[in-house]
C-alpha cells in the first residue's frame, strides 16, 4: 500500500520532446508538491498544490507545468525538453501546507 | 529559511549511537528544524522535528541546543540500513511551503 507513488521510475527522451510524470497519494493530503533534485543532490521544490491551487512556484521554467485533476494526484508536465532538465524529480504530499511532507520513490530523467 | 551547517560525511559501528550535528546559528524563533534522511536510490523519508524542546520518537531523538543554533540528530542503535545521507532543515512552519535541502552528511553504518 504505496503512499506517494510515481509513474514512470525512469525515463529517457530525446532533446525538444514533450512528456509527463504522474504521481499519486493515497494518505487523503490536501497538499502535493514537486522537486528537482540535481546531479550535486540538492533538493530544490517546484510546485506545490492545496486544494488544487498552486500555493508556490518558484522560478522554473515555464516549460514545467504541474496539473492536479483531483486532489490524490499531481502530475508535471515539462514541455520542448532540454539537457539541462536532466534530473530525479520527487513527488511529496503532506496534510497542509504546514505539516511534514512525505516523498514518492522519484522519476529518473534523461535528457539525451 | 535559515542556513544549515551539517559535516559532509560520518561513520559509525553497528548497534553503536549515531550523532549527526546540524549548525543552524542564523535560525528565527518560529522556525522548526526538520531532519530527512534519504537511502540510495529512493525518497527522502522524514525522521523528526522539533522546535526547541527535545524530541523522541520511534526512529530517532532530537537535541536542539538551548540557544536553538544547533541540534544534534541521534539514531540509538544504528543499523546497516541506516546508511543514509540525513538532511537537517530549518523552516517556518506557517505559511511556507519551502524546504531547501542541502548537501547533508552521508552516514554509513559498518558492520
Known amino acids: 500500500d504505496t503512499a506517494v507513488s510515481q509513474t514512470p521510475k525512469y525515463l529517457v527522451t530525446q532533446m525538444g520532446n514533450d512528456k509527463s510524470i504522474k504521481c499519486e497519494q493515497n494518505l487523503g493530503h490536501d497538499t502535493m508538491y514537486w522537486y528537482k533534485q540535481d546531479s550535486k543532490k540538492f533538493l530544490k521544490i517546484m510546485f506545490s498544490?492545496?486544494?488544487?491551487?498552486?500555493?508556490i512556484n518558484e522560478t522554473v521554467p515555464n516549460r514545467f507545468s504541474p496539473k492536479s485533476p483531483d486532489k490524490a494526484h499531481l502530475n508535471l508536465h515539462i514541455n520542448s525538453l532540454e539537457l539541462g532538465d536532466s534530473a530525479v524529480y520527487f513527488c511529496a504530499s503532506s496534510l497542509g501546507p504546514e505539516e511534514t511532507q512525505y516523498f514518492g520513490p522519484g522519476t529518473r530523467l534523461l535528457v539525451l | 529559511d535559515a542556513k544549515t551547517t551539517q559535516p559532509p560525511s560520518m561513520d559509525c559501528a553497528e548497534g553503536r549511537a549515531a550523532n549527526l550535528p546540524c549548525n543552524h546559528s542564523?535560525?528565527?524563533?518560529?522556525?522548526?528544524v526538520y531532519w530527512y534522511r534519504q537511502i540510495h536510490s529512493q525518497g527522502p523519508q522524514y525522521i523528526i522535528h522539533?522546535?526547541?524542546n527535545n524530541e523522541t520518537n520511534e526512529m530517532a531523538s532530537l537535541i536542539i541546543t538551548e540557544d536553538r543554533k544547533s541540534s544534534t540528530l541521534i539514531l540509538p542503535h544504528a543499523t546497516l540500513r541506516d546508511t543514509a545521507v540525513y538532511y537537517c532543515?530549518?523552516?517556518?512552519?506557517?505559511?511556507?511551503?519551502?524546504?531547501?535541502f542541502g548537501a547533508g552528511t552521508r552516514l554509513t553504518v559498518k558492520p
Open positions: 522539533g522546535l526547541k
Open positions: 542564523t535560525i528565527s524563533g518560529n522556525e522548526y
Open positions: 498544490y492545496n486544494n488544487k491551487e498552486l500555493i
Open positions: 532543515i530549518v523552516r517556518v512552519f506557517y505559511n511556507n511551503n519551502d524546504m531547501r
